[in-house]
């Protein structure tokens, strides 16, 4: 990558994108990888909580602590395996369709905070929103936006290439 005369990043004497909106979605992608890292420390708490819960559990009834910690029935376990998951699930999905529209574009690049906003929101809601017999409504306040994002860019990247 170099830079061109007009300040723009090129490959091969190729522009690729503007350099600030190359900034924004850099930074855009960078707050994502510390949501990643949150949702990771979301995970670790969770499942430490719930062990702690379970031996307290097991000491009180005299139990082994694999009698009373099971990680497919324990809310908390089950919440912070699936924020984890959901997230490595679509993040796939919008880092290539973030990316194309940045690339081919040039705009709209600011909606990517959007899913980053949502993201954190579903940090918030999880704990108290996933359950083994399925998600609880409120959670749909966080997924719906990102997803809504995703089709967003999706539907530009497609219109940009067509």
């Known amino acids: 990558l170099v830079t061109s005369p007009d300040n723009n990043l090129c490959f091969i004497n190729h522009d690729i994108m ?24 979301l995970q670790v708490y969770l499942k430490f909580k719930a062990r702690v819960a ?23 376990i089950l919440a912070g395996d699936r924020a984890v998951g959901n997230f490595l699930e679509w993040q796939v999905a919008f880092l290539s369709v973030f ?22 929101f579903y940090l918030a809601l999880a704990p108290s929103a996933i359950r083994p017999a399925g998600i609880k409504l409120h959670l749909l306040a966080a997924t719906v936006p990102a997803y809504a994002v995703i089709f967003y860019y999706f539907y530009r990247v497609f ?4």
């Open 159 to 162: 219109v940009a290439v067509m």
């Open 99 to 120: 990316w194309l529209n940045a690339a081919l574009t040039g705009e709209q690049v600011w909606v990517g905070w959007i899913w980053v906003a949502s993201r954190l």
């Open 18 to 41: 503007d350099k600030a909106v190359f900034r924004e979605a850099a930074r855009i992608t960078l707050s994502l990888t510390g949501v990643y890292l949150s949702t990771i420390g």
């Open 54 to 76: 379970a031996a307290a559990a097991a000491k009180k009834s005299g139990q082994k602590l694999s009698e009373t910690y099971n990680r497919y029935t324990d809310n908390n």
